[in-house]
Each structure stands twice: as C-alpha cells, then as structure tokens.
C-alpha cells in the first residue's frame, strides 16, 4: 500500500512556480509508473502528467505545454512535479498515484497520495 507523502503546495502569484513532491513508501517504487493528477471541485480528476519506471519517458497533458516537468529519483523513491509560468486556472488540489504503466486514465491507478493544494491568485 503506497503512502504518497505530499509537500509543496501552496499559494502563488500567477507566472509564478511551484515544486510539488511525493514520497512512496509501502511499494517497490522503482517498478512503478508515476502520474500527477488534480482536481477542481466539482469536476472529474485529471491527468497532469506521467514517469515511467525508468525516469526517461514522460508524458504531458496538452494544458502543460512545456510549463511543467515530471521527474523522479527512484533511490529516494520521490517523484516531482516542476510547475512554473502558473495560471490562476491551475489551482486545484494535486495528487500523486501509482500505476504499473504511465497511462492517463486516473481510474488504471492502483495508489493514490493525500492531495495537495495548489492556489494560484494574485
């Protein structure tokens, strides 16, 4: 069962960045695929983007154009999520989850971290 300890949200400035971290615990990190979701109230869950395994394949959902960037570090088994040039239409509650593959459909994901809040307003 995976733990997904979540740190870096917060408020910020539109253009402004933000670095979103989730530590794993209670699974064999390095054979997991990992993804950022987020969630507005009131909408569906959805894809920000995904790891695979390995740390050399990502995948981005066209709202991030380049503005964010997945990565992991497999020994510490943390996964990062690099937001910069924020817009007031990112506030959302973010997630962290888990899945045997780097797919986009929130429901192929097994472990799911606490969210965290990303708010971004001047």
């Known amino acids: 069962m995976c733990s997904c300890r979540r740190s870096g949200g917060g408020l910020v400035q539109p253009g402004g960045s933000l670095r979103l971290s989730c530590e794993a615990s209670?699974?064999?990190?390095?054979?997991?695929?990992v993804a950022w979701f987020r969630q507005v109230p009131g909408k569906e869950r959805e894809f920000v983007a995904a790891?695979?395994?390995?740390?050399?394949?990502?995948y981005d959902a066209d709202f991030v154009k380049g503005r964010f960037i997945i990565s992991r570090d497999n020994p510490k088994n943390m996964v990062y999520l690099q937001m910069n040039s924020l817009k007031p239409e990112d506030t959302a509650v973010h997630y962290c989850?888990?899945?045997?593959?780097?797919?986009?459909?929130?429901?192929?994901?097994?472990?799911w971290g606490q969210g965290t809040l990303v708010t971004v307003s001047s």
């Open positions: 989850a888990a899945a045997s593959f780097p797919l986009r459909a929130s429901e192929m994901y097994n472990y």
């Open positions: 209670g699974l064999p990190f390095s054979t997991y695929a």
């Open positions: 790891i695979d395994r390995s740390g050399i394949n990502t």
